[in-house]
């Protein structure tokens, strides 16, 4: 601080500066991180990148029973959701040190 209490703006603006070619560098290995999520025992797998885009799904054969479509359709949804926490996980790992704790105003998915 300044005399009369003002922030020193050079000083805030490098911070700033600083912040956001870490928060570039961690995007930037979140798009290019790939997370799998499976369920039934491996039997459904979801690919998904660390941004959160889905890149594949892949059902094994042994999955599909014309009898219970429901069964496969809840496996497809808990991969899902299991490569998303996966995503959410690595998200705050990546984006936590960045930030500095700051997250949520950021506009940063998934703060």
């Known amino acids: 601080m300044r005399p009369g209490g003002q922030p020193n703006m050079q000083q805030i603006m ?61 496996m497809v949804l808990a991969a899902i959701r299991n490569a998303a926490e996966q995503q959410r996980e690595l998200t705050e790992a990546k984006m936590g040190p960045a930030t500095g704790g700051l997250g949520g105003g950021l506009g940063i998915p998934g703060f």
């Open 14 to 74: 490098k911070q700033a500066q600083k912040m956001q070619a870490q928060v570039a560098q961690a995007q930037a290995e979140l798009a290019a991180a790939e997370l799998t999520g499976t369920a039934g025992g491996g039997l459904v797998s979801v690919v998904m990148t660390g941004l959160g885009e889905v890149q594949s799904v892949r059902i094994d054969p042994k999955a599909v029973d014309a009898d219970d479509v429901e069964a496969l359709e809840d």
